[in-house]
Protein backbone atom coordinates (compact mmCIF):
# COMPACT_ATOMS: atom_id res chain seq x y z
CA UNK A 1 0.00 0.00 0.00
CA UNK A 2 1.32 3.11 -0.98
CA UNK A 3 1.78 6.36 1.58
CA UNK A 4 -1.31 7.80 1.97
CA UNK A 5 -2.69 11.41 2.65
CA UNK A 6 -6.16 11.32 3.58
CA UNK A 7 -7.79 15.28 2.68
CA UNK A 8 -11.02 16.06 4.36
CA UNK A 9 -12.99 18.60 6.17
CA UNK A 10 -14.64 15.90 7.95
CA UNK A 11 -13.16 13.36 10.28
CA UNK A 12 -13.69 11.41 13.58
CA UNK A 13 -14.74 12.20 16.13
CA UNK A 14 -16.36 14.68 13.84
CA UNK A 15 -20.18 13.39 14.05
CA UNK A 16 -20.79 13.19 10.26
CA UNK A 17 -21.14 10.48 7.93
CA UNK A 18 -18.67 11.99 5.69
CA UNK A 19 -16.12 11.85 8.67
CA UNK A 20 -17.42 7.97 9.66
CA UNK A 21 -17.30 6.38 6.35
CA UNK A 22 -12.95 7.75 5.84
CA UNK A 23 -12.75 6.92 9.77
CA UNK A 24 -14.37 3.59 9.07
CA UNK A 25 -12.00 2.94 6.06
CA UNK A 26 -8.77 4.21 7.63
CA UNK A 27 -9.04 2.65 10.83
CA UNK A 28 -8.51 -0.56 9.30
CA UNK A 29 -5.00 0.20 7.31
CA UNK A 30 -1.28 0.29 9.09
CA UNK A 31 -0.63 3.55 11.07
CA UNK A 32 2.23 4.39 9.47
CA UNK A 33 0.86 3.88 5.36
CA UNK A 34 -1.49 7.39 6.22
CA UNK A 35 -1.90 11.31 7.15
CA UNK A 36 -4.64 12.56 7.91
CA UNK A 37 -4.47 16.12 7.37
CA UNK A 38 -7.76 18.71 8.08
CA UNK A 39 -9.10 21.74 9.33
CA UNK A 40 -12.14 19.85 11.44
CA UNK A 41 -11.62 21.63 15.08
CA UNK A 42 -12.70 18.25 16.72
CA UNK A 43 -9.48 16.32 15.47
CA UNK A 44 -6.20 17.03 17.77
CA UNK A 45 -2.75 16.85 16.24
CA UNK A 46 -0.87 13.84 16.69
CA UNK A 47 1.53 11.26 14.83
CA UNK A 48 -1.26 10.62 11.95
CA UNK A 49 -3.33 13.45 11.84
CA UNK A 50 -2.59 17.55 11.37
CA UNK A 51 -5.14 19.71 12.18
CA UNK A 52 -4.43 23.06 10.19
CA UNK A 53 -6.04 25.84 8.08
CA UNK A 54 -7.04 24.56 4.46
CA UNK A 55 -9.02 27.35 3.50
CA UNK A 56 -8.89 31.43 4.31
CA UNK A 57 -11.39 33.78 3.62
CA UNK A 58 -8.30 36.63 3.18
CA UNK A 59 -7.02 35.25 -0.47
CA UNK A 60 -8.09 33.57 -3.73
CA UNK A 61 -8.69 30.88 -4.11
CA UNK A 62 -9.74 30.51 -0.52
CA UNK A 63 -7.95 27.01 -0.53
CA UNK A 64 -4.94 28.44 -1.87
CA UNK A 65 -3.26 28.25 1.61
CA UNK A 66 -4.18 24.87 1.61
CA UNK A 67 -2.49 23.95 -1.33
CA UNK A 68 0.70 25.28 0.01
CA UNK A 69 0.15 22.94 3.52
CA UNK A 70 -0.82 19.80 1.83
CA UNK A 71 2.65 20.57 -0.63
CA UNK A 72 4.92 20.80 2.45
CA UNK A 73 3.28 17.75 3.99
CA UNK A 74 3.39 15.65 0.73
CA UNK A 75 7.26 16.25 0.39
CA UNK A 76 8.15 16.10 4.31
CA UNK A 77 6.12 12.66 4.49
CA UNK A 78 7.18 11.14 1.24
CA UNK A 79 3.12 10.44 0.15
CA UNK A 80 2.45 8.89 -3.07
CA UNK A 81 -1.34 9.37 -3.30
CA UNK A 82 -4.10 11.32 -1.89
CA UNK A 83 -8.10 10.34 -1.20
CA UNK A 84 -10.33 13.41 -0.39
CA UNK A 85 -14.04 13.23 0.21
CA UNK A 86 -14.40 16.12 -0.96
CA UNK A 87 -14.26 17.34 -4.77
CA UNK A 88 -14.26 20.76 -4.44
CA UNK A 89 -12.27 22.83 -2.81
CA UNK A 90 -10.53 19.82 -1.40
CA UNK A 91 -10.11 18.20 -4.87
CA UNK A 92 -8.88 21.69 -6.30
CA UNK A 93 -5.79 20.73 -4.62
CA UNK A 94 -5.28 17.52 -5.00
CA UNK A 95 -5.79 18.58 -8.85
CA UNK A 96 -3.28 21.16 -8.90
CA UNK A 97 -0.61 18.79 -6.62
CA UNK A 98 -1.13 15.92 -9.70
CA UNK A 99 0.07 19.03 -11.97
CA UNK A 100 2.97 20.17 -10.15
CA UNK A 101 4.03 16.51 -8.34
CA UNK A 102 2.31 13.80 -10.88
CA UNK A 103 1.03 12.97 -7.49
CA UNK A 104 -2.18 10.57 -8.13
CA UNK A 105 -5.10 11.23 -6.09
CA UNK A 106 -8.95 9.26 -5.41
CA UNK A 107 -12.12 10.96 -4.77
CA UNK A 108 -14.86 9.91 -2.90
CA UNK A 109 -18.38 11.03 -3.73
CA UNK A 110 -21.47 10.98 -1.48
CA UNK A 111 -24.55 12.65 -3.28
CA UNK A 112 -25.13 16.19 -1.94
CA UNK A 113 -21.17 17.18 -2.82
CA UNK A 114 -21.44 16.24 -6.38
CA UNK A 115 -25.13 17.39 -7.17
CA UNK A 116 -23.03 20.82 -5.54
CA UNK A 117 -19.92 20.66 -7.65
CA UNK A 118 -21.58 20.27 -10.71
CA UNK A 119 -24.23 22.89 -10.04
CA UNK A 120 -21.45 25.47 -8.58
CA UNK A 121 -18.34 25.17 -10.91
CA UNK A 122 -19.43 22.07 -13.47
CA UNK A 123 -16.21 22.22 -15.55
CA UNK A 124 -13.59 22.41 -12.61
CA UNK A 125 -15.93 19.50 -11.09
CA UNK A 126 -15.86 17.31 -14.18
CA UNK A 127 -12.25 18.09 -14.61
CA UNK A 128 -11.12 16.82 -11.57
CA UNK A 129 -13.12 13.58 -11.41
CA UNK A 130 -11.70 12.46 -15.15
CA UNK A 131 -8.22 13.59 -13.77
CA UNK A 132 -8.52 11.30 -10.72
CA UNK A 133 -6.56 7.82 -10.05
CA UNK A 134 -10.17 6.68 -8.99
CA UNK A 135 -13.56 7.77 -7.73
CA UNK A 136 -15.37 6.01 -5.36
CA UNK A 137 -18.80 6.38 -4.55
CA UNK A 138 -21.03 4.94 -1.49
CA UNK A 139 -23.92 4.10 -3.76
CA UNK A 140 -24.87 3.20 -7.40
CA UNK A 141 -27.05 5.79 -6.88
CA UNK A 142 -24.05 8.38 -6.09
CA UNK A 143 -21.97 6.64 -8.82
CA UNK A 144 -25.01 7.37 -11.64
CA UNK A 145 -24.85 11.58 -11.02
CA UNK A 146 -21.05 10.77 -12.98
CA UNK A 147 -21.59 8.36 -15.66
CA UNK A 148 -22.14 10.12 -18.09
CA UNK A 149 -18.64 12.14 -18.33
CA UNK A 150 -16.81 9.74 -15.92
CA UNK A 151 -15.58 6.38 -17.45
CA UNK A 152 -16.86 3.50 -15.73
CA UNK A 153 -13.44 1.71 -15.25
CA UNK A 154 -12.79 4.84 -12.98
CA UNK A 155 -15.68 4.52 -10.97
CA UNK A 156 -15.89 2.46 -8.13
CA UNK A 157 -19.20 2.12 -5.27
CA UNK A 158 -17.46 1.19 -1.31
CA UNK A 159 -20.66 0.99 0.85
CA UNK A 160 -20.49 2.93 4.18
CA UNK A 161 -20.48 0.76 7.05
CA UNK A 162 -21.83 0.97 10.33
CA UNK A 163 -18.91 0.59 13.14
CA UNK A 164 -20.71 0.48 16.13
CA UNK A 165 -20.99 -1.91 18.92
CA UNK A 166 -24.27 -2.46 20.07
CA UNK A 167 -23.62 -4.80 22.60
CA UNK A 168 -21.73 -1.80 25.64
CA UNK A 169 -24.66 -0.38 26.89
CA UNK A 170 -25.10 -0.65 30.54
CA UNK A 171 -27.98 -1.05 32.22
CA UNK A 172 -26.99 1.22 33.98
CA UNK A 173 -26.83 3.92 31.63
CA UNK A 174 -30.31 3.02 29.87
CA UNK A 175 -31.91 3.50 33.31
CA UNK A 176 -30.43 7.07 34.25
CA UNK A 177 -31.56 8.00 30.84
CA UNK A 178 -35.32 6.35 31.38
CA UNK A 179 -35.02 8.29 35.17
CA UNK A 180 -34.23 11.70 33.16
CA UNK A 181 -36.79 11.40 30.41
CA UNK A 182 -39.42 9.91 32.65
CA UNK A 183 -39.77 6.99 30.16
CA UNK A 184 -42.28 4.40 31.51
CA UNK A 185 -44.17 2.31 28.78
CA UNK A 186 -43.92 5.11 25.60
CA UNK A 187 -42.68 3.79 22.40
CA UNK A 188 -39.44 5.64 22.40
CA UNK A 189 -38.45 7.32 18.57
CA UNK A 190 -35.29 8.31 17.31
CA UNK A 191 -33.62 10.31 14.63
CA UNK A 192 -30.17 10.78 14.14
CA UNK A 193 -28.97 13.23 11.50
CA UNK A 194 -28.00 16.79 10.58
CA UNK A 195 -30.55 19.16 11.55
CA UNK A 196 -31.55 20.17 7.90
CA UNK A 197 -35.10 19.66 5.65
CA UNK A 198 -33.93 16.96 3.68
CA UNK A 199 -33.68 14.76 6.57
CA UNK A 200 -37.37 15.21 7.06
CA UNK A 201 -37.28 15.53 11.27
CA UNK A 202 -40.01 17.91 10.97
CA UNK A 203 -42.19 14.92 8.70
CA UNK A 204 -41.99 13.08 12.10
CA UNK A 205 -42.98 16.07 14.50
CA UNK A 206 -46.19 16.82 12.06
CA UNK A 207 -46.96 12.96 12.31
CA UNK A 208 -46.57 12.34 15.64
CA UNK A 209 -48.75 15.69 16.56
CA UNK A 210 -51.46 13.65 14.68
CA UNK A 211 -51.47 10.78 16.72
CA UNK A 212 -52.37 11.22 19.69
CA UNK A 213 -53.67 8.46 21.14
CA UNK A 214 -50.13 7.33 21.33
CA UNK A 215 -47.66 7.28 24.32
CA UNK A 216 -44.41 8.33 22.64
CA UNK A 217 -40.98 10.29 23.47
CA UNK A 218 -38.98 11.10 20.37
CA UNK A 219 -35.51 12.06 20.63
CA UNK A 220 -33.92 14.38 17.83
CA UNK A 221 -30.38 13.74 17.97
CA UNK A 222 -28.15 15.92 15.62
CA UNK A 223 -27.46 19.83 15.19
CA UNK A 224 -27.74 22.42 11.99
CA UNK A 225 -28.94 25.23 10.62
CA UNK A 226 -32.64 23.70 10.76
CA UNK A 227 -32.67 23.50 14.70
CA UNK A 228 -34.51 26.43 15.93
CA UNK A 229 -36.99 25.74 13.12
CA UNK A 230 -37.37 22.63 14.68
CA UNK A 231 -37.71 24.19 18.56
CA UNK A 232 -40.43 26.54 17.16
CA UNK A 233 -42.40 23.28 15.50
CA UNK A 234 -41.85 21.45 18.75
CA UNK A 235 -43.23 24.48 21.00
CA UNK A 236 -46.03 25.21 19.05
CA UNK A 237 -47.41 21.87 18.68
CA UNK A 238 -46.91 21.60 22.43
CA UNK A 239 -44.41 18.93 22.75
CA UNK A 240 -41.77 19.51 24.76
CA UNK A 241 -42.53 17.37 27.18
CA UNK A 242 -42.40 14.65 24.38
CA UNK A 243 -39.98 15.72 21.64
CA UNK A 244 -36.36 16.83 22.70
CA UNK A 245 -33.51 18.14 20.18
CA UNK A 246 -30.17 16.48 21.83
CA UNK A 247 -26.87 18.11 19.91
CA UNK A 248 -23.13 16.70 21.49
CA UNK A 249 -24.02 13.47 22.05
CA UNK A 250 -21.05 11.14 22.76
CA UNK A 251 -20.67 7.81 20.74
CA UNK A 252 -20.99 6.82 24.33
CA UNK A 253 -24.84 8.24 24.89
CA UNK A 254 -25.57 7.70 21.15
CA UNK A 255 -24.95 4.03 21.76
CA UNK A 256 -27.81 4.20 24.79
CA UNK A 257 -29.94 6.24 22.61
CA UNK A 258 -30.20 3.49 19.53
CA UNK A 259 -30.61 0.80 22.65
CA UNK A 260 -33.58 2.74 24.22
CA UNK A 261 -35.04 3.35 21.12
CA UNK A 262 -38.07 1.20 19.24
CA UNK A 263 -38.37 3.45 16.06
CA UNK A 264 -35.54 4.63 13.88
CA UNK A 265 -37.56 7.49 12.16
CA UNK A 266 -35.33 9.87 9.23
CA UNK A 267 -37.57 9.69 6.12
CA UNK A 268 -35.45 11.62 3.95
CA UNK A 269 -36.03 13.44 0.71
CA UNK A 270 -34.09 14.81 -2.10
CA UNK A 271 -34.77 18.34 -2.13
CA UNK A 272 -33.18 20.23 -5.69
CA UNK A 273 -29.60 19.61 -5.36
CA UNK A 274 -29.67 18.26 -1.58
CA UNK A 275 -29.87 14.46 -1.59
CA UNK A 276 -29.23 11.73 0.81
CA UNK A 277 -26.42 9.85 -0.49
CA UNK A 278 -26.78 6.83 1.74
CA UNK A 279 -27.06 7.52 5.57
CA UNK A 280 -24.99 4.94 7.61
CA UNK A 281 -27.71 5.83 10.53
CA UNK A 282 -29.69 3.47 8.75
CA UNK A 283 -27.31 0.61 9.41
CA UNK A 284 -26.26 1.71 13.03
CA UNK A 285 -29.90 1.45 13.55
CA UNK A 286 -30.44 -1.57 12.19
CA UNK A 287 -27.43 -3.23 13.89
CA UNK A 288 -29.70 -2.25 16.90
CA UNK A 289 -32.49 -4.57 15.38
CA UNK A 290 -34.58 -1.10 15.30
CA UNK A 291 -38.02 -0.92 13.27
CA UNK A 292 -36.78 1.58 10.53
CA UNK A 293 -38.73 4.36 8.76
CA UNK A 294 -36.98 5.70 5.67
CA UNK A 295 -37.71 8.36 2.92
CA UNK A 296 -37.31 6.57 -0.97
CA UNK A 297 -34.57 8.94 -1.90
CA UNK A 298 -31.05 8.92 -2.59
CA UNK A 299 -29.05 5.16 -1.79
CA UNK A 300 -30.67 3.85 0.64
CA UNK A 301 -32.91 1.29 -1.11
CA UNK A 302 -30.19 0.14 -2.52
CA UNK A 303 -29.41 -1.36 1.68
CA UNK A 304 -33.35 -2.17 2.35
CA UNK A 305 -35.71 -3.78 -0.07
CA UNK A 306 -38.71 -2.04 1.29
CA UNK A 307 -40.40 -5.73 1.59
CA UNK A 308 -40.18 -6.31 5.20
CA UNK A 309 -37.00 -4.73 6.46
CA UNK A 310 -38.30 -0.72 6.09
CA UNK A 311 -40.93 1.11 5.67
CA UNK A 312 -40.48 4.09 3.17
CA UNK A 313 -42.29 6.99 3.61
CA UNK A 314 -42.07 10.38 2.11
CA UNK A 315 -44.71 12.62 3.35
CA UNK A 316 -46.57 13.22 6.50
CA UNK A 317 -49.10 11.12 5.48
CA UNK A 318 -46.75 7.89 4.77
CA UNK A 319 -45.36 8.53 8.31
CA UNK A 320 -47.86 9.01 10.35
CA UNK A 321 -49.14 5.65 8.94
CA UNK A 322 -45.53 3.67 9.18
CA UNK A 323 -45.54 5.03 12.83
CA UNK A 324 -49.06 4.02 13.27
CA UNK A 325 -48.09 0.59 11.90
CA UNK A 326 -45.08 0.42 14.16
CA UNK A 327 -46.68 1.78 17.29
CA UNK A 328 -49.22 -0.48 17.16
CA UNK A 329 -48.45 -3.51 15.64
CA UNK A 330 -45.80 -4.99 17.60
CA UNK A 331 -45.62 -8.10 15.76
CA UNK A 332 -44.82 -6.37 12.78
CA UNK A 333 -42.33 -4.25 14.16
CA UNK A 334 -40.25 -6.94 15.53
CA UNK A 335 -40.51 -8.24 12.15
CA UNK A 336 -39.35 -5.64 10.62
CA UNK A 337 -36.87 -5.25 12.72
CA UNK A 338 -35.27 -8.30 12.95
CA UNK A 339 -35.04 -8.22 8.84
CA UNK A 340 -33.64 -4.74 8.88
CA UNK A 341 -30.87 -6.30 11.69
CA UNK A 342 -29.73 -9.36 9.19
CA UNK A 343 -29.35 -6.39 6.33
CA UNK A 344 -26.87 -4.98 9.05
CA UNK A 345 -25.06 -8.53 9.51
CA UNK A 346 -25.18 -8.92 5.77
CA UNK A 347 -22.81 -5.44 5.10
CA UNK A 348 -20.63 -6.20 7.77
CA UNK A 349 -19.12 -8.34 5.46
CA UNK A 350 -19.43 -5.88 2.49
CA UNK A 351 -17.53 -3.55 4.67
CA UNK A 352 -14.82 -5.78 5.26
CA UNK A 353 -14.60 -6.36 1.56
CA UNK A 354 -14.53 -2.77 1.03
CA UNK A 355 -11.46 -2.58 3.28
CA UNK A 356 -9.69 -4.94 0.51
CA UNK A 357 -10.80 -3.29 -2.44
CA UNK A 358 -9.82 0.23 -0.96
CA UNK A 359 -6.83 -0.95 -0.23
CA UNK A 360 -6.14 -2.70 -4.02
CA UNK A 361 -7.06 0.63 -5.06
CA UNK A 362 -4.07 2.49 -2.88
CA UNK A 363 -1.74 0.01 -4.11
Known amino acids: MKKVLLLTHEYYPFAGGVARYCYNLFKNFPADKYIVMTDCR ?39 IIFTPNILPLGSIAYFIKKIFGLPYVISLHGLDINLALKNKPALAKKILVSAEKVICNTEYTASLIK ?10 IYPSAD ?19 ITDEKVILTVGRLVPRKGQYLVIKA ?17 PAKSVLAKQIQEA ?25 IF ?9 DVE ?18 GPSGGVQE ?61
Do not use: C
Open 265 to 273: ALPNQSLGT
Open 303 to 363: VFTGQDDVLYAEDEVAVKQALQDFMSDEQKRLKFAQAAYERSEYFKQIAKDNIKSLAKILS
Open 42 to 80: AVKNSASTIQTKLLTPYIWPHWLIGLWSVMRVVKKNKIE
Open 238 to 262: HLEDKVFLLDNVTDTELRSFYHLAD
Open 164 to 182: IDSTLVSAQQLSALKKQYN
Open 208 to 224: LQALGDFKFKYFIVGDG
Open 148 to 157: DFVVSEKIQV
Open 277 to 294: GFGIVFLEAAAFHLAIIA
